[in-house]
């Protein structure tokens, strides 16, 4: 394979440590970083071409009627299914539209995952998030990028039985609250009962 000045350059720069190299003979080395080279072209492309069916996608959305759409998504005119289509569309219309995320980083993430990055609330802080663990190596399933974007269901159970602990302590609180007070309009009631009590005896004696 002939490699011009910019693949060379391309070799070079690719991270290969002692434990990829060790025992290989430098003509293995060479094959392994022009392999290297092609995966990552591929991988471009294959998030370009994610991005580019999702903007075609969200194109025929936003020019037909609802139901027209809909009789589309199932008449099995593309080759993907329903759920991978509204997916795209979703993830295009909530966020990846408008940004200018690398190819390469979308040709990990699943349509769905790419959706649940733009779901309601989800921040371009909380999408980077997702986007610094893909570049870790970090294995990305679309329970992982959920987490990574909307925080796991153990901690929002929690917070929703914190939430409702507070609840029931506030109203335990009003509780004794109004106890206090009905205790103290009852003293109050004894005392003016106790008073007429002594003024009608005095009526009477008079």
Do not use: H
Not at 19 to 33: C, I, S
Not at 41 to 50: A, I, M, N, P, T
Not at 75 to 102: H, P, Q
Not at 186 to 200: G, M, P, V
Request: net charge positive.
């Amino acid at each position: 394979m002939e490699l011009s000045p910019t693949e060379v350059v391309d070799l070079a720069s690719i991270p290969l440590n002692s434990e990829v190299t060790k025992g290989l003979v430098p003509a293995q080395v060479e094959y392994v970083k022009e392999s290297v080279v092609e995966i990552n072209e591929e991988l471009s492309c294959v998030g370009q071409s994610l991005r580019a069916v999702a903007a075609n996608l969200s194109d025929i959305k936003s020019n037909i009627r609802p139901g027209n759409w809909r009789a589309f998504l199932k008449s099995g005119a593309i080759n993907c299914s329903e759920r991978f289509a509204i997916d795209l569309v979703s993830a295009y219309t909530n966020w990846l539209g408008g940004s200018d995320i690398d190819d390469n980083m979308l040709a990990s993430l699943t349509p769905r995952s790419l959706a649940l990055m733009g779901s309601k609330g989800v921040t371009d802080k909380e999408r980077q998030k997702v986007f610094e663990a893909v570049g870790n190596g970090e294995r990305m399933t679309e329970a992982t990028v959920r987490i990574l974007v909307k925080g796991s269901k153990r901690k929002a159970r929690k917070a929703s039985q914190k939430s409702e602990s507070e609840k029931i302590k506030s109203l335990k609180e009003k509780i004794e609250t109004y106890k206090k007070v009905i205790n103290n309009l009852q003293d109050e009631n004894k005392k003016l009962s106790k008073l007429l009590s002594n003024r009608e005896k005095i009526e009477y004696l008079v």
